[in-house]
């Protein structure tokens, strides 16, 4: 999150984790501003957001970047 921060044109609008407990504990790395949610079709269906960044478990990208991709992320 730090490195997205970091770019000029970049801003951090959402953060999900469906894991409530780690969602919580990564609270003070999350920008002041950003939404939370534990679910992605949430944050899929912002049309404001324009990209989405995949930090989850390798098997699970697939379904995750099609379903970003469906919603023209």
Avoid: Y
Wanted: charged letters at 20%; proline letters at 5%; a negative charge.
């Amino acid at each position: 999150m730090r490195a997205f921060a970091a770019l000029p044109d970049c801003q951090l609008v959402w953060v999900c984790d469906a894991n409530r407990a780690a969602l919580e504990k990564a609270h003070s790395f999350i920008p002041q501003g950003a939404r939370t949610t534990t679910d992605v079709d949430e944050l899929l269906e912002d049309t404001s957001v324009d990209a989405v960044v995949l930090a989850t478990p390798a098997p699970t990208h697939f379904a995750l970047a099609s379903k970003a991709l469906t919603c023209g992320k």
